[in-house]
């Protein structure tokens, strides 16, 4: 087998043993890799109904067939489980050195299942080609216990006496089971959304070691080489220049002159403070280093340095990772012009391992419930949590990763925290199926407004791309029109092949022709013929099994929507002033999507759709859904 | 009778790389009628010579792949639609928007 293990490590930390799991041709065919392989065993290692912070909840690591290729950009795994922010699919990526380590000794995939009755550092060493040679050991991990996500990969290695494995742990939020909790590896690289790192400090794991010897062949190595020389050529022009030379922190000026920059939480779409905190003013006054992930050729990341001399960097550490996404969260939504109290937030969240946007967005949803009067004052401890006060941003950053004080409530989420606090505070709770939404503002983004309603891991940039027609001559972003269900659904399906095989997103427009060239890259890796066609079809087929598995835990129609702020109220300035989006426009739009997925009226998913696609034996069934072929 | 314009003055905002490579945020352009895409790039290449190469073509036809113009922070510009007026403002920002 080329590109392919066709097997997984199975972890059972509840009886400390493991095995080897065989993954059919069929299904690694069919679902390629990284999200979409991840889907398809989360689907069937997931009880149904699994307590997403209990011992049924499966934590997965995946890798792709390009992983170890060293083609420009592939060098990224996803991570999937079930969210105990949304209670639907969670499936994140991230990247770098650590892909490769978990696709030598791990296989195609490592699923850890169970849960630990005390912290635990999993380590495993070896070469999956010869699962014999794999050693996996649970280490004693109490001495872990509270450092934070960049001491805690540094104290490892250093345990560990060999600086080649590579780490993905959590930080404190992890350990209190944060329900945005994120995992790091690689020195502050994030499986960022939908609380992954929660689910692995529910099972008491704090770090995971990864160390392999082999990496997988490849069936035409001159064909891929000679394919990655030219791709990583292209990947040098002008369509990546965006990132190669600021980043994605380039989009805060464009996006406010647009009103498309969600500001006090999503009450503006335009921030006075815009330029204070744009990437062209981070790149001239606070820009460290440019760095970029493990075979990479474009180098989009901007590490930022604080010029405030009182904030220490972290053990180890010489700035932090700035992306737009943390930057619109930490910033604008909260009001906050400072560019250095910025940097501080982001390098909190960071290092005690949180997502940016929903620790933001939860924030920022607490400053507008603060300055209606609805907070509890004796969880504040005097805290004047208003927009644009920056040590209270960072003070309640801090309380949320402790789950101290206000922190502890806050640290439920948006959703679950307005549902205590009530008094309409749910209207501003800035969240899609309990996941917060990111940096695009949906009524002057028609487009993007569907996209995040309807995709399947909540408000999500990453899943659908649909705001590229909204940034685009193609169709009117402050309109709505009958297009654009099909649109998101292509969207999805070409993100869903994206981060699969697995390509950065940033690499996208370097292809002449995406799904043609990747058919043809797929077949020199694994030897196994592959059409655009048949591609695009694996797209289509992943969408429905994410679908598929959040029906399963419970979706229902009314959780394809978008907060009551965004369909009751207008844009008060910038140039889409007044523009707003009706709960009707919106359910026209979603009626579209469904209608381009094949779906009911309703948003099931019919018998003829599944059998088209081979998902007919994707039942509800408890018993399959614990299925595991031993090799 | 009324005369007939020379130019149209219109304002262009940079953004992103373009900003960075030419050390400014605002370039007022003189651009001559009836204006055209081709006009507006050599008339900033003329003002801005740092563009050439990072936003605009080399033989001053058009923007580079990558770059696109919005009009008035509304609309974006496709080839075939590109219809300017006095007074109007062209943001030069990638068409890359993902982050």
């Known amino acids: 087998m080329y590109g392919y293990h066709g097997k997984?490590?199975?972890?059972?930390?509840?009886n400390r043993t493991h095995r080897w799991d065989a993954i059919d041709t069929d299904a690694l065919r069919e679902f390629i890799g990284g999200i979409g392989l991840g889907t398809y065993l989360l689907y069937r290692y997931c009880q149904a109904g699994a307590d997403p912070l209990g011992p049924d909840n499966p934590l997965l690591f995946v890798g792709s067939p390009l992983v170890g290729t060293r083609l420009t950009t592939s060098s990224k795994f996803a991570v999937l489980t079930k969210s105990p922010l949304t209670g639907f699919i969670a499936d994140s990526l991230s990247s770098s050195h650590l892909a490769p380590e978990l696709k030598k000794c791990c296989g195609d995939a490592l699923v850890i299942v169970g849960q630990a009755n005390s912290p635990t550092l999993l380590r495993i060493e070896g070469d999956a080609t010869n699962p014999e040679r794999v050693t996996v050991s649970?280490?004693?991990?109490?001495?872990?216990?509270?450092?934070?996500?960049?001491?805690?990969?540094?104290?490892?290695?250093?345990?560990?006496?060999?600086?080649?494995?590579?780490?993905?742990c959590i930080g404190p939020a992890g350990e209190a089971q944060v329900k945005f909790a994120s995992i790091s590896n690689d020195g502050g690289r994030q499986a960022g959304r939908c609380g992954l790192g929660a689910v692995m400090g529910s099972k008491n794991v704090l770090a995971v070691a990864l160390r392999g010897y082999q990496a997988v062949e490849v069936a035409e190595p001159e064909s891929v080489r000679a394919f990655g020389k030219d791709l990583s050529r292209r990947s040098l022009g002008a369509a990546t220049e965006k990132y190669r030379n600021l980043g994605t922190m380039a989009n805060v000026a464009v996006f406010n002159r647009l009103g498309t920059l969600p500001t006090r939480n999503f009450r503006e779409s335009t921030f006075e403070g815009a330029e204070q905190v744009s990437g062209e003013e981070l790149h001239r006054k606070h820009l460290h280093r440019n760095t970029g992930c493990a075979n990479c050729t474009i180098g989009c990341e901007r590490i930022l340095v604080s010029r405030d001399k009182n904030h220490g960097q972290g053990r180890g550490k010489s700035g932090v990772r700035m992306e737009y996404e943390s930057l619109f969260a930490l910033g604008p939504l909260c009001g906050i012009p400072d560019p250095d109290i910025v940097i501080r937030a982001a390098s909190i969240c960071d290092e005690l391992g949180m997502d940016t946007i929903s620790a933001g967005a939860t924030v920022a949803w607490?400053?507008?419930?603060?300055?209606?009067?609805?907070?509890?004052?004796?969880?504040?401890?005097?805290?004047?949590?208003?927009?644009?006060n920056g040590e209270a941003l960072l003070q309640v950053l801090e309380d949320m990763g402790y789950r101290r004080g206000l922190g502890n409530l806050l640290a439920e989420g948006s959703r679950a925290a307005a549902s205590v606090v009530g008094h309409g505070s749910e209207a501003w709770a800035m969240q899609v199926k309990g996941l917060e939404m990111p940096g695009y503002e949906p009524r002057s983004?028609?487009?993007?407004?569907?996209?995040?309603?309807?995709?399947?891991?909540?408000?999500c940039h990453n899943r659908s791309s649909a705001y590229e027609a909204d940034f685009s001559h193609r169709v009117d972003r402050l309109s709505v029109?009958?297009?654009?269900?099909?649109?998101?659904?292509?969207?999805?399906?070409?993100?869903?092949?994206?981060?699969?095989?697995?390509?950065?997103?940033?690499?996208?427009?370097?292809f002449h022709d995406f799904y043609e060239e990747s058919a043809q890259v797929y077949a020199m890796v694994t030897g196994w013929?592959?059409?655009?066609?048949?591609?695009r079809r694996c797209g289509e087929r992943i969408s429905n099994l994410k679908k598929l598995f959040n029906i399963r835990e419970g979706w229902t129609r009314a959780d394809d929507s978008l907060p009551p702020r965004t369909l009751e109220e207008t844009l008060p300035d910038g140039v889409a002033a007044g523009v707003g989006l009706t709960r009707e426009e919106l359910d026209y739009m979603i009626a579209g999507y469904y209608q381009a997925r094949g779906w009911t009226e309703d948003g099931q998913i019919p018998e003829g759709k599944l059998e088209e696609l081979g998902l007919a034996d994707f039942t509800w069934d408890t018993e399959s859904s614990r299925m595991g072929k031993p090799v | 009778m009324t005369e007939a314009r020379e130019t149209v003055s219109v304002r262009v905002e940079l953004f992103g790389t373009p900003r960075i490579h030419s050390g400014t945020n605002v370039v007022d352009l003189a651009v001559p009628c009836p204006p055209s895409r081709g006009g507006v790039v050599a008339a900033l290449a003329g003002k801005c010579p740092?563009?050439?190469?990072?936003?605009?073509?080399?033989?001053?036809?058009?923007?580079?792949?990558?770059?696109?113009?919005?009009?008035?922070?509304?609309?974006?510009?496709?080839?075939?639609?590109?219809?300017?007026?006095e007074g109007d403002s062209l943001l030069l920002i990638s068409s890359q928007a993902g982050g």
């Open chain 1, 481 to 510: 029109d009958e297009r654009r269900g099909r649109i998101a659904a292509e969207s999805e399906d070409f993100e869903a092949v994206l981060d699969s095989l697995i390509w950065c997103k940033f690499l996208r427009r370097a």
């Open chain 1, 445 to 459: 983004l028609k487009t993007m407004a569907l996209g995040m309603a309807v995709t399947p891991r909540g408000a």
């Open chain 1, 138 to 168: 649970f280490e004693d991990a109490s001495t872990l216990a509270g450092l934070t996500a960049t001491d805690k990969e540094l104290t490892v290695k250093e345990r560990l006496g060999d600086r080649r494995y590579r780490v993905a």
């Open chain 1, 366 to 388: 607490a400053m507008e419930c603060f300055e209606r009067g609805l907070l509890p004052t004796e969880d504040l401890g005097g805290l004047e949590l208003k927009f644009g």
């Open chain 2, 50 to 85: 740092a563009l050439v190469g990072h936003g605009l073509k080399t033989d001053l036809t058009d923007l580079e792949e990558g770059y696109v113009f919005n009009l008035n922070g509304l609309a974006f510009l496709g080839e075939a639609d590109f219809f300017i007026k």
């Open chain 1, 529 to 535: 013929e592959m059409t655009a066609g048949e591609l």
């Open chain 1, 8 to 14: 997984a490590l199975v972890v059972d930390l509840t």
